[in-house]
């Protein structure tokens, strides 16, 4: 195996699938990067792969000879990220499974497993694959998948639920305090076959990762079974097994109507909710927010004992009684952030239930938060 292409080409296709690897893996071989060179092709395909989430690359290079190998990712990695910005020899010197690592600064060899003992990728072949525009992915991941749960005992909510119909495809993630629900339309002229899948949000930031560095404009090809999904952006491949388990109704959890509507100037709330944070900090991350119906002004208000408080006023547009209300400040900061447009509405009805955030005159985005009991 003999194969040369740019120091940058192998460092980020390097980077890329290293993060499929696992950092503690189950054994050695898993440790490593499965590496072949097709000289007919003249292309150089990497995978990594956890047993769970698979990331396969396939880039040009000169190919001298072809062959297949395991080399160590970390220390793979690590070398050509080192290296001068300028063409980097990879080559199998003999029968075993050495590998030197040649630039203008010098050489290194690297000792990697033969490649029979490494598991192959989950193939996904059930029915047509979908196809699905980059942007309506990424709009998709951007707007949810924030408020999925870390918390592995509750693993369905460890994922983002897609769910679609004719032309609509949905995303809705939830960690039990909140709710991020995005309605997106695919724009790629074909129906989308009907889809009711709990994807890994680990495997969800690795796609999201991908897509924004990926340059072409052609349709991210979605294929699924009933175990598995895999997102195919053509020089790219992410494979990786569905969650199990029933995702929680989560359009009974928004209410159909509002008794107060408040709509704020979005980066001016943004600034106030991030400076009153850092007394919040002090407190459980709890702030309370006061609506002043009369006055149409938004107080945002902490009281840290032994610390210090804090107040700002914003102006707003208010319909409704007067109601205190008290929220994580973090929940609404994570929101805020995935919102585009310079307003923000917020819709409740009691102190106690919960209250639904959306950009002003967006519908594609519902971010629903449950608000925090104010103890007196």
Not at 42 to 51: A, I, K, S, Y
Not at 79 to 86: A, C, F, G, K, T
Not at 261 to 274: A, H, N, P, V, Y
Request: hydrophobic residues 40%; proline residues 5%.
């Amino acid at each position: 195996m003999k194969f040369v292409c740019s120091q940058s080409e192998l460092n980020q296709q390097l980077s890329s699938v290293s993060r499929a690897v696992p950092s503690r893996p189950s054994r050695p071989v898993l440790g490593n990067i499965w590496v072949k060179a097709d000289a007919a092709q003249q292309t150089v395909t990497l995978v990594g792969f956890d047993e769970v989430l698979g990331i396969e690359s396939c880039f040009a290079a000169q190919v001298e000879s072809s062959g297949v190998l395991t080399l160590p990712a970390k220390l793979w990695g690590d070398i050509v990220s080192r290296l001068p910005n300028e063409d980097v020899v990879t080559e199998l010197t003999d029968e075993n499974t050495t590998v030197t690592i040649t630039s203008s600064s010098g050489h290194y060899e690297v000792r990697g497993l033969g490649a029979e003992d490494y598991p192959s990728l989950p193939t996904v072949e059930d029915g047509d694959a979908i196809a699905l525009s980059a942007e309506a992915l990424l709009d998709g991941l951007k707007g949810s998948l924030f408020a999925t749960s870390g918390d592995e005992t509750k693993q369905v909510l460890t994922g983002v639920h897609l769910l679609s119909d004719a032309d609509t495809l949905e995303f809705a993630a939830t960690d039990g305090h909140r709710l991020a629900v995005v309605q997106t339309v695919d724009e790629t002229g074909t129906p989308t076959p009907e889809m009711d899948v709990t994807v890994p949000a680990k495997a969800l930031r690795e796609l999201e990762r991908m897509i924004q560095a990926h340059t072409s404009s052609e349709p991210v090809q979605v294929r699924l079974d009933e175990t598995q999904v895999m997102f195919d952006l053509g020089n790219q491949k992410l494979t990786t097994r569905l969650l199990e388990g029933q995702y929680p109704n989560y359009r009974q959890l928004l209410p159909k109507q509002f008794a107060r509507q408040i709509t704020l100037d979005r980066q001016g709330l943004m600034k106030s909710l991030e400076r009153i944070a850092v007394l919040a900090s002090q407190k459980n991350d709890i702030i309370k927010m006061s609506l002043n119906g009369a006055q149409q002004v938004v107080a945002l208000s902490v009281e840290a004992q032994e610390v210090g408080s804090g107040r700002e006023e914003l102006p707003a547009q208010i319909s409704g009684d007067d109601l205190d209300i008290a929220f994580n400040v973090r929940y609404l900061l994570d929101g805020l952030k995935t919102f585009e447009g310079s307003q923000v509405q917020m819709q409740c009805n009691a102190a106690t239930s919960p209250a639904v955030l959306s950009p002003l005159g967006e519908a594609k985005i519902t971010y629903l938060v449950m608000p925090v009991q104010i103890r007196s």
